[in-house]
C-alpha cells in the first residue's frame, strides 16, 4: 500500500474545504457584481471592485436579489 492514500476522513475534509472555498469565491463575485450594479447604475458612483466585494460580503444578501430583479426589469425596458 502507498503511504500516500487518505484514509475516508481526511477525504472528506478535503472535499468540504474544497466546497467552502467555491462557496466563498461565489459569494465575493456575485456580491462585488450586484453592489457595483447597484451603485453605478442607480447610484451613478463607481468604487474600485475590491471595495464592492467587501460591501458585497455584509450586504450580499439584500443587493444580489435587487440588483437581478433589476437588471431583468432594465433588460425588458421597464426601468
Given at each position: ?20 472555498i ?48 433589476g ?9
Open positions: 500500500m502507498s503511504k500516500n492514500r487518505l484514509n475516508a476522513s481526511e477525504a472528506t475534509s478535503l472535499g468540504g474545504c474544497g466546497c467552502w467555491v462557496l466563498l469565491v461565489f459569494n465575493l463575485a456575485l456580491g462585488g457584481w450586484s453592489v457595483n450594479y447597484l451603485l453605478q447604475w442607480w447610484f451613478e458612483k463607481n468604487i474600485p471592485f475590491i471595495f464592492d466585494t467587501i460591501i458585497g460580503l455584509f450586504i450580499a444578501e439584500v443587493s444580489v436579489p435587487v440588483a437581478v430583479i437588471a431583468i426589469l432594465r433588460h425588458f425596458g421597464v426601468l
